[in-house]
C-alpha cells in the first residue's frame, strides 16, 4: 500500500474503545475545519466537518471539537472498529475557494 | 455515482522529463484541486480551477502547472522533473465552495 507517512504519530486503540485524535491549527481566519480519513492505497475519506461558529458537531459514531480559543480541533470516535485504523488529517479552510490547509496525520491502529 | 478517478495510477519518469496527470471529477462538479502528498512534507495544496479559470495556487515552483477544461476534466503538468517531485498527486472535486471535496485513488509519481 501507500506509505502516506513514515513519521506519523501513531495511536493505538483497543477494540471497542473509544479514540481521540487532537490537531491544532494556526489560521484563525478559517471558516471550515475538515476531518479527512485515508487508508493505504486510496485517497482522502471526508468524515465530518465542522463551521468555525460552532464548537461541537455530531456525526455517525463521530463527535468533532472546536475550540477556538486554543486553535484546537479533535475527532473523538465511539466504539472504534477495526474499519477504523488508517490515517486520520484535520484540514482547514475559507468558505470561498476550496483550498485545504493540512495538518500533519496521526495514524490510528486498532487492536482486536 | 462515480467517483473521482486519475489516469495513470503510477508512472516511473526520470528526472528532467516531464509529465502529464489527469483527473476526471464526479459528474457535475465544477472545481477541480490538486494536492501533493509525500512522507515528508504531508499534503500539499497545489492549485484549484473553477470553471476552467484557476482560482487558488500554493507555494509551488512554476514547474507545476494546470488546466481545466470545459468538460470540467483538469490535468495538471510537472516539467523539468526533480527527484523530488516524487509524490502521491491527489485530485478532489466538489459541486460548490461550502460542499465537501471528494479526492481521487491519486497517481503515484516515480523520479529516478
Known amino acids: 500500500g501507500e506509505s502516506v507517512g513514515l513519521h506519523l504519530p501513531t495511536l493505538s486503540v483497543q477494540e471497542g474503545d473509544n479514540s481521540i485524535i487532537n490537531c491544532a491549527y494556526s489560521?484563525?481566519?478559517?471558516?471550515?475545519f475538515i476531518w479527512y480519513k485515508q487508508e493505504s492505497g486510496k485517497g482522502p475519506q471526508f468524515i465530518i466537518d465542522?463551521?468555525?461558529?460552532?464548537d461541537k458537531r455530531q456525526g455517525q459514531r463521530v463527535t468533532v471539537l472546536l475550540n477556538k480559543t486554543v486553535k484546537h480541533l479533535s475527532l473523538q470516535i465511539a466504539a472504534t472498529q477495526p474499519g477504523d485504523s488508517a490515517v486520520y488529517f484535520c484540514?482547514?479552510?475559507?468558505?470561498?475557494?476550496?483550498?485545504?490547509?493540512f495538518g500533519g496525520g496521526t495514524r490510528v491502529l486498532v487492536k482486536p | 455515482k462515480a467517483g473521482v478517478t486519475q489516469t495513470p495510477r503510477y508512472l516511473i519518469k526520470t528526472r528532467g522529463q516531464q509529465v502529464t496527470l489527469s483527473c476526471s471529477p464526479i459528474?457535475?462538479?465544477?472545481?477541480v484541486s490538486w494536492y501533493q502528498q509525500t512522507p515528508g512534507q504531508g499534503l500539499q495544496f497545489l492549485f484549484e480551477?473553477?470553471?476552467?479559470?484557476?482560482?487558488n495556487k500554493g507555494n509551488f515552483p512554476g514547474r507545476f502547472s494546470g488546466r481545466q477544461f470545459s468538460n470540467s476534466r483538469s490535468e495538471m503538468n510537472v516539467s523539468t522533473l526533480e527527484l523530488g517531485d516524487s509524490a502521491l498527486y491527489l485530485c478532489?472535486?466538489?459541486?460548490?465552495?461550502?460542499?465537501?471535496?471528494?479526492f481521487g485513488p491519486g497517481t503515484r509519481l516515480t523520479v529516478t
Open positions: 480551477y473553477f470553471s476552467e479559470t484557476q482560482r
Open positions: 465542522i463551521r468555525s461558529n460552532m
Open positions: 459528474s457535475g462538479h465544477r472545481s
Open positions: 478532489a472535486s466538489s459541486l460548490r465552495d461550502t460542499y465537501e471535496q471528494y
Open positions: 489560521n484563525s481566519a478559517s471558516d471550515y
Open positions: 484540514a482547514e479552510k475559507r468558505a470561498a475557494g476550496n483550498k485545504l490547509t
